[in-house]
């Protein structure tokens, strides 16, 4: 007897956001699932990760992939557990990462639809969507490491900070012997990196005063920014660069739902007057060494010395609000929807 499922949910992208988020872009379809052919698996989706990068995916602004169709089903990563299998790498059971998108299922070729096996570390499965993840730790690990290059005793600046990356940065910053200042958007998020992960302080950009609050929490000047956000913040961190500081470009959230581009940053010239090195990155550049950052952080994780913690929407319906969240919610941690009951571990 086939264990198929026969029917498929899924969001579908209506038309394209021009502006902030509303869920008239979205549309949940229920659709006939089919089979997998020769090479391909079904795939029952467990958890998605809720990522700023699909914002942008969204929009067909020029970005590093190409936009999501409008009539597609919306891209996301996740986890999910594959039920059926004609594919020799993969077998019933396999617990796998990858864009595995808003639906309840997927079907297709792993190669084409980006799925692979979970590296086997000793770590709960959701670790794979934050510290483990290239929208987690992996990117907090090359970008603080590769781009930010600290040395102890420095000041790293971190924005987003009690978002998936930021909350990540931070640890990995005191880690190195940094002083971090961390730069969220409400009270619980900077408790939680100041009380729960070590930061050394953190400044609510909605309350409070920011170049007067960097003046304050960064007596020595600023080394490093791990920039997550852009705008008004980039431009308050810029003023206050010791010289031959370095800016590890990660994100610029802030920017995701305008119509058009932020003007500025003003204090662009704060890279000549103090000869700073701004850098973007891809997490995915770094694919090659995946597996050096998979066996420093994940040692860090058991040996407790790095935390991480999930804000968690139910269900495949809540995707477009939980989306909506990361720009407008009080977000602590790394945003995820569960679609489905992962099995039991042993
Ligand atoms: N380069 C790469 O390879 C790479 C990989 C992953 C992520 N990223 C980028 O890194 C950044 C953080 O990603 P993440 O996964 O950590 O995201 P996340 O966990 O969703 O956190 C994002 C946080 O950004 C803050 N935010 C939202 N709108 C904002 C605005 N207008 N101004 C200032 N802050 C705002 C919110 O926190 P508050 O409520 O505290 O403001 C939100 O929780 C994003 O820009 C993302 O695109 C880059």
Same mark, same amino acid.
């Given at each position: ?10 969001? /579908? ?41 699909? %914002? ?25 557990? $594959?039920?059926?299998? %004609? ?17 309840? @299922? ?26 483990? +993840? ?26 987003? #900070? ?29 408790? @939680? ?7 050394? +302080? ?9 170049? #007067? *609050?960097? +003046? ?9 920014? !791990?920039?997550? $956000? ?22 610029? /959230? ?34 090659? %060494? !995946?597996?050096? #950052?998979? +066996? ?6 058991? *040996? ?20 909506? !969240? ?17 099995? *039991?571990?042993?």
């Amino acid at each position: 007897m086939s264990t198929t499922p026969q029917t498929n949910r899924q969001y /579908i992208l209506k038309s394209r956001p021009t502006g902030p988020l509303d869920h008239d872009l979205f549309e949940l379809r229920t659709q006939p699932l089919r089979e997998p052919e020769p090479g391909e698996v079904l795939v029952r989706t467990l958890y998605l990760s809720i990522d700023p990068t699909i %914002r942008l995916w969204l929009s067909e602004r020029p970005q590093y992939m190409p936009p999501i169709q409008v009539g597609g089903v919306v891209r996301s990563g996740g986890l999910g557990l $594959v039920v059926q299998s %004609r594919n020799p790498s993969f077998k019933p059971g396999d617990l796998i990462g990858g864009l595995i998108g808003w639906q309840d @299922y997927c079907v297709g070729d792993p190669n084409v639809l980006g799925l692979r096996p979970l590296p086997k570390l000793p770590v709960p499965p959701l670790a794979f969507l934050g510290p483990l +993840a290239a929208t987690g730790g992996l990117t907090a690990y090359f970008g603080l490491f590769d781009i930010g290059q600290p040395r102890a005793g420095e000041t790293l600046v971190v924005s987003g #900070a009690a978002g998936s990356v930021g909350s990540l940065v931070g640890q990995m910053g005191k880690m190195a012997g940094l002083r971090v200042v961390g730069i969220a958007g409400n009270d619980e998020g900077c408790h @939680y990196v100041t009380h729960e992960l070590g930061f050394d +302080a953190c400044i609510n950009y909605k309350t409070e005063d920011v170049k #007067a *609050a960097l +003046a304050r929490h960064c007596p020595d000047g600023i080394d490093i920014d !791990f920039e997550n $956000v852009g705008g008004p913040i980039l431009e308050a961190v810029l003023e206050r660069m010791n010289p031959f500081g370095r800016v590890a470009l990660c994100g610029l /959230i802030s920017q995701y739902d305008q119509e058009t581009p932020l003007p500025g940053p003003s204090s662009f010239p704060m890279v000549l007057m103090r000869r700073l090195k701004v850098q973007g990155f891809l997490c995915t550049d770094f694919t090659a %060494r !995946f597996p050096e #950052a998979y +066996a420093r952080i994940t040692h860090w994780l058991t *040996a407790g010395k790095l935390k991480s913690k999930e804000h968690i929407f139910q269900g495949l319906e809540s995707a477009p609000d939980a989306l909506e !969240f990361i720009f407008h919610g009080k977000k602590v941690g790394k945003l995820v929807v569960k679609v489905s009951d992962p099995p *039991a571990m042993p």
